[in-house]
């Protein structure tokens, strides 16, 4: 078993963290830019425009690493609607369409990617209602694009100290290939898929919930980083304590991006209500830790205490000054999602 000394330079030197650092880079240059008008702020899985009638259009996107791509063109495909159906869930929402951009090298490629999606498609019951297409580029590569709608809206800037963290995950699959892609999707029956993702908007709707973000690439602990730096509070977590199966090592767990798995926090009183709404459909639900006052975000076991992330040192997103910049007259902008 890894100790936390050893987990935390594992979290903090994975490539799913890594990536997500990047987005910084887009948060410098788009703060002084004019941005479209948004309810909610730059870091949220999805951007989020209020309609007239008082409910939210959700709009976001998702592009794949080549060498996945590459590699795994199929699941490629079969991810790219995937994961865009688990930001819309992340926010409270239901998806309603997407849209695809595909580049390819020849036309086995290009037909392996749309026969992921197709499958997706049908399994999660979003169409794919149009796209742009190309199998004359030099690699192949994929984005996904994806709107939906929500009438509460789960927000990744909403954890607040005293909250309980919590985590739940679909356990019920395996690793795909060498990566750490955790597939409970491509087997699981199209109506237990559905199902499970309708819980999130029953969070939101019922106010079980405020804050949620799906684990992403960054896994477990990077989401939950994203998810505290937004709201701007710190944490204690136990690692050992986030669902896992028994065969699999926590560090490597850590670094999983999981088919169905979310991070939460959670008012006190409304835990036990948490565990046994995800319960009831075999989905494990487990209180992680706890959000608390300022930048600092610590690991904790029954031995050691160990800094993860000090946010007021190293910021991750970097989402602070862009959303500082946007704030207009009290109006919240945003030009993308996370």
């Known amino acids: 078993m ?36 948004s309810s909610t702020l730059v870091g949220d899985d999805c951007a989020v425009l209020k309609s007239a009638d008082g409910s939210y259009l959700l709009f ?38 997407v849209v695809d951009a595909v580049w390819t090298s020849d036309s086995v490629q290009l037909k392996q990617i749309l026969q992921g999606m197709a499958v997706a498609s049908a399994r999660y019951g979003v169409p794919i209602v149009g796209g742009h297409t190309n199998a004359r580029n030099d690699r192949s590569q994929l984005a996904v694009s994806i709107i939906g709608t929500a009438t509460s809206v789960l927000s990744s800037f909403e954890a607040k100290p005293g909250d309980v963290l919590m985590s739940v995950i679909d356990l019920r699959g395996q690793y795909r290939g060498a990566g750490n892609n ?7 029956p199209a109506e237990r898929l559905r199902g499970d993702l309708e819980l999130l908007a029953l969070v939101a709707e019922s106010g079980l919930s405020v804050a949620c973000k799906d684990i992403s690439m960054a896994g477990p602990l990077g989401t939950l980083l994203m998810m505290l730096e937004c709201s701007g509070y710190g944490a204690e977590i136990v690692p050992e304590a986030f669902p896992r199966p028994e065969d699999v090592s926590l560090e490597r767990w850590m670094q999983t991006f999981p088919s169905f798995g979310f991070v939460f926090s959670v008012a006190p009183a409304q835990v036990e209500k948490m565990k046994q709404l995800f ?3 075999d989905l494990l639900c487990k209180e992680v830790g706890q959000v608390v006052e300022g930048s600092k975000v610590w690991l904790k076991d029954d ?24 704030d207009v007259e009290g109006e919240a902008y945003a030009c993308g999602s996370v």
């Open 279 to 281: 319960n009831s459909r």
């Open 182 to 188: 955790w597939n409970a999707s491509t087997e699981a």
């Open 60 to 97: 976001a996107i998702e592009g794949f690493m080549n060498e996945f791509v590459q590699d795994d063109p199929w699941f490629a495909g079969y991810c790219g609607v995937m994961v865009n159906v688990s930001d819309i869930a992340a926010m409270g929402g239901s998806a309603t369409a």
């Open 303 to 326: 031995a050691e205490r160990e800094l993860l992330w000090d946010f007021s040192e190293t910021p991750l997103l970097g989402c602070e000054q862009l959303n500082k910049a946007n």
């Open 2 to 37: 890894s100790s936390l000394h050893e987990l935390v330079q594992a979290v903090r030197d994975s490539k799913g963290v890594a990536h997500k650092k990047d987005i910084a880079i887009g948060m410098n240059a788009l703060a002084s830019v004019q941005p479209c008008q």
